[in-house]
């Protein structure tokens, strides 16, 4: 199994890398994103930022 679809996204407030999702290789050469999503370092919705491993 491959891990190039393998995503980190990295909380911009506490720097914390919570979440982790599978998405198509295409989009991911096309930009990255930055998604709120919820760190439960921060208890809150904050934007992340997508690290490629
Ligand atoms: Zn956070």
Redesign the pocket.
């Known amino acids: 199994m491959s891990q190039d679809n393998l995503i980190i996204l990295k ?6 890398r ?1 979440h982790r999702t599978f998405k198509n290789k295409r989009k991911l050469q096309q930009h990255k994103l930055e998604l709120n999503k919820y ?6 919705h ?1 934007p ?1 930022k997508e690290i490629k491993k």
Do not use: L, N, S
């Open positions: 909380c911009t407030k506490c720097g914390a919570v760190c439960e370092v921060c208890k809150k904050t992340h």
